[in-house]
């Protein structure tokens, strides 16, 4: 007689993680194994493995039976994640392949740091251990992310940032970790990066400690 297939579900998460610096992406495999036992690895140091935890107890449902929606309620819980993908792998195992979100500055708010990701989530977190760019001010998530995209299209190197800050006139103070104070302007950003990039490279200005881009048609350099 053949012998009767199980119907426990045999759990593998793939998560993406971010391991050095913010930007580096390694794929690790997450086994909840079958009776046996099943092993867990570490997602990182900050993450409190609730999302591990829920999936888990899962694992012994008739894979037939199990909703999707019951496993897309977890992974939405979690703030970390920011894509993510589920599938049957019949007759026996349920596939979660999701994404961690890129960890892009940090912030406090009422004495509690978070984590800001690439995924528009404030991430609590109760001890910095990442170095990022600190962002000081009443900001706007969606008008940081903005910010983000902008620095990166101009070529300059986000993480050289040091502090950010944003002002009631919703407008950006960049301090890199070389001393240098950029001041932008609350419109016309594109044209600012674009200025600010080409003093930066202009090798006859060396030394500069701000550059003042606020008003329209001039640049003020103090050095």
Do not use: C
């Not at 991430?123 to 760019?133: G, H, Q, R």
């Amino acid at each position: 007689m053949q012998k009767q297939i199980s119907k426990k579900i045999f759990l593998y998460l793939f998560i993406f993680l971010f391991l050095g610096t913010p930007n580096n992406k390694m794929l690790l495999e997450l086994s909840i194994k079958d009776s046996n036992g099943f092993e867990i690895l570490s997602l990182s140091k900050f993450d409190d493995m609730e999302i591990v935890k829920e999936l888990s107890n899962h694992k012994h449902e008739n894979l037939f039976l199990l909703e999707k929606e019951k496993i897309k309620k977890i992974i939405k819980k979690n703030k970390i994640i920011e894509n993510y993908n589920i599938y049957k792998k019949y007759p026996s195992d349920l596939v979660v392949n999701f994404e961690k979100t890129e960890l892009l500055a940090v912030t406090q708010m009422d004495g509690v740091n978070f984590y800001i990701g690439s995924n528009g989530n404030l991430i609590e977190v109760k001890d910095v251990e990442i170095d990022l760019p600190m962002i000081f001010g009443n900001f706007d998530l969606v008008e940081f992310l903005k910010l983000k995209d902008l620095v990166d299209e101009s070529f300059f190197d986000f993480y050289d940032i040091k502090n950010l800050y944003y002002y009631k006139s919703k407008r950006w103070d960049i301090e890199t970790k070389n001393g240098l104070l950029v001041k932008l302007p609350a419109t016309d950003l594109h044209e600012s990066f674009r200025v600010f990039i080409k003093i930066i490279n202009d090798t006859k200005l060396q030394n500069i400690q701000m550059i003042d881009l606020r008003q329209n048609n001039q640049v003020i350099i103090n050095g």
